[in-house]
T-cell receptor
Framework: ETGVTQTPRHLVMGMTNKKSLKCEQH?????MYWYKQSAKKPLELMFV???????ENNSVPSRFSPECPNSSHLFLHLHTLQPEDSALYLC????????????FGAGTRLSVL | GESVGLHLPTLSVQEGDNSIINCAYS??????FIWYKQESGKGPQFIID?????DKRQGQRVTVLLNKTVKHLSLQIAATQPGDSAVYFC???????????FGPGTRLSVLP
């Protein structure tokens, strides 16, 4: 148990659906991250939040919309996704932003049909 | 742009042997590096880190070596066990010291 919990673990959605991924960390950290992990590709940083403020948006399409209501919770709202968005979405947290060890959740395996 | 790469996408070793997983990075200004282990169905898990003012750091059964001259780091696992089977990633802190750039990973398989 890493202290970072992601739900759901698996999600199948159609291209017209709207769904949300949830991440919760119990580590008392101040920074949270969303990553996309596709087969045979490096982890791709999507969004970074520091003290609930978004500090990084790595040219992510607007069909992905993050929300960070407090330092312990992070959401990724999904709408009108494409099949190429199918991937493992990982949430991570760290004590402070960027230059600190990141602790990852188990991820949400997303399939877009 | 910055990149982090590994020399081998897969590595098979006999149980009990030592494993060496390599990683190359492009940014000479990177001053902090982390190795992660990702088992099937799980997220990446921190193994060991090293800062650029060191060239070697040891943990329990693991050693990380850093060669800044050639921008290369390696992870050595002693007496490899079946539980070490996983994908191993290196990550290097970017130019701005803000985010990590991850390598594509090496899948380590431990043979009985």
């Amino acid at each position: 148990e890493t202290g970072v919990t992601q739900t759901p673990r698996h999600l199948v959605m159609g291209m017209t659906n709207k769904k949300s991924l949830k991440c919760e960390q119990h580590l008392g950290h101040n920074a949270m991250y969303w990553y996309k992990q596709s087969a045979k590709k490096p982890l791709e940083l999507m969004f970074v939040y520091n003290f609930k403020e978004q500090t990084e948006n790595n040219s992510v399409p607007s069909r992905f919309s993050p929300e960070c209501p407090n330092s312990s919770h992070l959401f990724l709202h999904l709408h009108t996704l494409q099949p190429e968005d199918s991937a493992l979405y990982l949430c991570a947290s760290s004590s402070k932003g960027g230059s600190d060890i990141q602790y990852f959740g188990a991820g949400t395996r997303l399939s877009v049909l | 742009g910055e990149s982090v790469g590994l020399h081998l996408p897969t590595l098979s070793v006999q149980e009990g042997d030592n494993s060496i997983i390599n990683c190359a990075y492009s940014n000479s200004a990177s001053d902090y590096f982390i190795w992660y282990k990702q088992e099937s169905g799980k997220g990446p898990q921190f193994i060991i880190d090293i800062r650029s003012n060191m060239d070697k750091r040891q943990g329990q059964r693991v050693t990380v070596l850093l060669n800044k001259t050639v921008k290369h780091l390696s992870l050595q696992i002693a007496a490899t066990q079946p539980g070490d089977s996983a994908v191993y990633f290196c990550a290097a802190l970017d130019n701005y010291g803000q985010n990590f750039v991850f390598g594509p990973g090496t899948r380590l398989s431990v043979l009985p």
